[in-house]
């Protein structure tokens, strides 16, 4: 299977500070990735998706201004949390979207990164 | 919207068969019924997926009813690495998110 990776894998940060999230892609191309936030002992809960060159589309009750998502490249996504409050700690897990053929396409996921605020 | 109900939570013994069921009433005739899986603080692994017959891999079999509103995830031989969280997700075969349901938490014992 292909593999995505995420940089960091784990971070603490002050209240008030902008955390940047990596999802990479590293032996494929991906033109759509998906970011996912998981809380202790909860399902993933789907936040955004993002497309390679356009701007992402944002889950009902996700804040675009709070997560901000940039597909700057086909293997590269990435997620800022920006001013990050104790609240937004949580498991943030992003996947990645394969065509295999015309009709059929396959999702890999990262090994997540797990943010704290202090 | 997940679109699954699954039990909680699951015990098994060591060495013998894990069978995680999954009801989808109201899934289409093209949606099909994924298996992820996710050990504690990693990312989902996949394991099997399928429509209407019934799927194995070297990971698992997928058995689906004829009416395909209900399916069952066995894993013949379960091990104490088996021990996560289970979820079953319908979705189109081209489709584009998965929405993720509360899963099952399925414990090996020894």
């Known amino acids: 299977g292909a593999v995505v990776s995420q940089h960091p894998s784990r971070v603490i940060c002050k209240s008030g500070t902008s955390v940047k999230i990596e999802c990479r892609s590293l032996?494929?191309?991906?033109?759509?990735m998906f970011w996912y936030r998981q809380f202790p002992k909860k399902s993933l809960m789907l936040m955004a998706t993002?497309?390679?060159?356009?701007?992402?589309?944002?889950e009902q009750g996700v804040e675009k201004d709070k997560f901000l998502i940039n597909h700057a490249s086909l293997t590269l996504s990435t997620l800022t949390v920006t001013s990050a409050h104790p609240e937004d700690s949580s498991f943030y897990i992003c996947?990645?979207?394969?065509?295999?053929?015309?009709?059929?396409?396959?999702?890999?996921f990262g090994p997540g990164t797990r943010l704290t605020v202090l | 919207d997940a679109k699954t109900t699954q039990p909680t939570s699951m015990d098994c013994a060591e060495g013998r068969a894990a069978n995680l069921p999954c009801n989808h009433s109201?899934?289409?005739?093209?949606?099909?019924v994924y298996w992820y899986r996710q050990i504690h603080s990693q990312g989902p692994q996949y394991i099997i997926h399928?429509?209407?017959n019934n799927e194995t891999n070297e990971m698992a079999s997928l058995i689906i009813t004829e009416d395909r509103k209900s399916s069952t995830l066995i894993l013949p031989h379960a091990t104490l690495r088996d021990t996560a969280v289970y979820y079953c997700?319908?979705?189109?075969?081209?489709?584009?998110?998965?929405?993720f349901g509360t899963g099952t938490s399925l414990t090996v014992i020894p």
């Open positions: 993002s497309n390679e060159g356009s701007k992402a589309t944002y």
């Open positions: 032996d494929f191309q991906a033109t759509t």
């Open positions: 109201t899934i289409s005739g093209n949606e099909y």
């Open positions: 399928g429509l209407k």
């Open positions: 997700i319908v979705r189109f075969l081209i489709g584009n998110q998965f929405y």
């Open positions: 996947s990645a979207r394969v065509r295999r053929t015309r009709d059929y396409n396959e999702q890999f």
